[in-house]
């Protein structure tokens, strides 16, 4: 026993162990570990690997328990509250509580990426851990936070980034916020699916301590042959997956404006030519949008490119690409947190085309997201005129959008876009009611001439 003992301790010293493995285990486990003897104590306690990685969000003593009959924690909120207490202060008491002792065991220092998802984290709480020197998160996970209010948490963003702030602050250099807290996808095993325990309710044998550090660890390592499967974020933002985000405020818009450089997020501002006053004219200028909508890698249907270029890993700035969840487990850098899978045959990464609502209107198909640049394709007149509905082509020309595409027209400023379709100085319409003319639009309403919907 002694042995083994000395065996785990001496692997466990090397870094490279102590780093892909600690990061598996949760705070439970870590602390299981530290109590085993004081040489476990001496590396749990003053090992950096040990904490840089610090997953709270299946932690039970992270979570304000309440019981399935007390909707809401009423109850049990109103036996706790005393009267000096804020609602914040309630809210972010479990987790005060573990940062608290971690702080006092000398190892709050050490975490580099904590994962607070799901959990009640108030705006407050948010601030201490980005503002305070007892923090050194940079790289902070907040997906689907309970009493979170986004407003105030816009307010601690911007100050934390003011102009004037202390050399070296903020810390912080990454924060998910917008997408959804993960499946528990690190946590399926390849084998047995029938038989596995659900996560977090061991049984039987692996009830006891040792047991379950042991099994975490297997399971762990199991898992890290799923999270080399493509990455489903990634496909939400470089596929041509339309609409990522669901509220992409204005007040979101400016504040990672004000971060630029600074924080980076799990999403990006538009980079589109209106965007910027020095490329477009006082009329068409649109202040800072989020990009919501993911277009694909293929660019502009006609010039597979955008006027603004793709964001590329390694060859754009950092404010131009989306952190991709889930916050990597061995780097806390915002690089990692960014890199996309390359392709396997090119070895490249892919481009990142994305763009706002704003910038997109009457140049994106809703359906299938093929879309339309600014020099390719000139914006109608008046966004209000509506031209005339296309005439459904017959069954001979639905293969050759131009007859029906020559009988809208409106003549749009700026370049002459390209293609055959052009007609009587017009441009042809590429996007009607959301729907792209030639695929969409043309597809709705042959299906509709059919009678597929009465
Ligand atoms: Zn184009
Ligand atoms: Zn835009
Ligand atoms: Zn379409």
Redesign the pocket.
């Known amino acids: 026993m002694e042995q083994t003992s000395h065996s785990l301790l001496d692997l466990l010293s090397i870094n490279l162990v102590l780093r892909q493995t600690a990061p598996y285990l949760p705070i439970s486990s870590l602390l299981a570990v530290s109590r085993v003897n004081r040489a476990f104590q001496a590396l749990v306690n003053t090992h950096p690997e040990a904490w840089r990685h610090l997953d709270l969000s299946r932690a039970k003593s992270a979570t304000i328990d309440t019981s399935p009959i007390d909707a809401g924690g009423i109850s049990w909120r109103a036996e706790r509250m005393d009267e000096a207490l804020t609602e914040d202060d309630f809210y972010s008491g479990p987790l005060r509580g573990i940062f608290s002792r971690l702080h006092n065991k000398g190892v709050l220092q050490f975490i580099h990426t904590l994962i607070l998802d799901g959990l009640s984290v108030p705006a407050d709480l948010v601030r201490e851990i980005i503002a305070e020197d007892r923090f050194s998160v940079r790289i902070l996970s907040l997906r689907d936070c309970k009493h979170l209010n986004h407003t105030k948490l816009q307010q601690v963003l911007r100050y934390a980034v003011r102009p004037g702030r202390s050399d070296g602050s903020p810390k912080l250099r990454g924060l998910y916020v917008f997408g959804h807290k993960d499946n528990p996808r690190t946590l399926v095993m390849k084998d047995e699916p029938s038989t596995r325990p659900a996560p977090g309710h061991p049984t039987g044998v692996l009830a006891t301590e040792g047991a379950q550090i042991g099994a975490e660890w297997n399971s762990r390592s199991s898992a890290i042959l799923d999270e080399s499967l493509p990455d489903s974020d990634q496909q939400r933002w470089y596929s041509r997956t339309g609409r990522t985000l669901i509220r992409p405020t204005n007040e979101w818009a400016d504040t990672l404006y004000a971060c630029q450089g600074i924080i980076a997020f799990d999403a990006v501002l538009c980079k589109g030519p209106r965007h910027d006053i020095a490329r477009t004219t006082s009329g068409d200028y649109l202040p800072p949008r989020m990009a919501s909508i993911a277009l694909g890698p293929s ?8 006027p603004e270029g793709p964001a590329i890993f390694r060859h754009s700035q950092e404010d131009a690409l989306p952190l991709l969840a889930p916050p990597p487990t061995h780097s806390s850098t915002l690089r990692a947190s960014q890199r996309p899978e390359p392709d396997p045959e090119t070895a490249e990464f892919p481009p990142l085309f994305t763009r706002c609502e704003d910038c997109l209107r009457g140049r994106w198909c809703e359906r299938c997201n093929r879309w ?6 000139a914006e109608p007149i008046s966004r209000t005129a509506q031209p005339s509905i296309p005439q459904i082509p017959t069954s001979s020309s639905s293969t050759t959008p131009t007859p029906y595409v020559q009988s809208v027209e409106w003549g749009g400023p700026g370049p002459a876009p390209s293609g055959p379709a052009t007609a009587g100085g017009g441009a042809p319409v590429k996007v009607y009611s959301k729907l792209c003319v030639e695929h969409c639009l043309v597809g709705e309403m042959m299906m509709s001439a059919d009678g597929f919907w009465g």
């Not at 339309?372 to 394709?377: F, I, P, R, V």
């Open positions: 660019g502009c249907e006609t010039c597979g490119r955008s339309w640049c600014e020099a390719c394709y």
